[in-house]
Nanobody
Framework: QVQLVESGGGLVQAGGSLRLSCAAS????????KGWFRQAPGKERELIAS????????YYADSVKGRFTISRDNAKNTVYLQMNSLKPEDTAVYYC???????????????????WGQGTQVTVSS
């Protein structure tokens, strides 16, 4: 059973920063593409960033481009999301997810992802 555990969420003032981490259990899917999603109350889950299996390719939603950075450390089987210049509209539950298969590619829709973490709350106060 694959487990993805997010950490690093919390309450921060607008303009502040947070760094989210997502650790996968064991060596499972250490070479698989991963993504960070978020879901605000009353809204659909949206992809905000994804990263290819080796970190060579990344994708960002327009809403976070230039403020958020996705990265990964395959040796630690961990993916990160550095969030800077946070805005109140960034408030949401943030989820990491992984593709099951290994190899190249970026994935943008939730249905393409096979395993999900439990989510971590990020709240940005104005």
């Amino acid at each position: 059973q694959v487990q993805l555990v997010e950490s690093g969420g919390g309450l921060v003032q607008a303009g502040g920063s947070l760094r989210l981490s997502c650790a996968a259990s064991g060596r499972a899917f250490s070479s698989s593409a991963k993504g960070w999603f978020r879901q605000a109350p009353g809204k659909e889950r949206e992809l905000i960033a994804s990263i290819s299996w080796n970190g060579g390719s990344t994708y960002y939603a327009d809403s976070v481009k230039g403020r958020f950075t996705i990265s990964r450390d395959n040796a630690k089987n961990t993916v990160y999301l550095q969030m800077n210049s946070l805005k109140p509209e960034d408030t949401a539950v943030y989820y990491c997810a992984t593709i099951r298969r290994t190899g190249p590619g970026l994935f943008r829709i939730p249905q393409e992802y096979d395993y999900w973490g439990q989510g971590t709350q990020v709240t940005v106060s104005s």
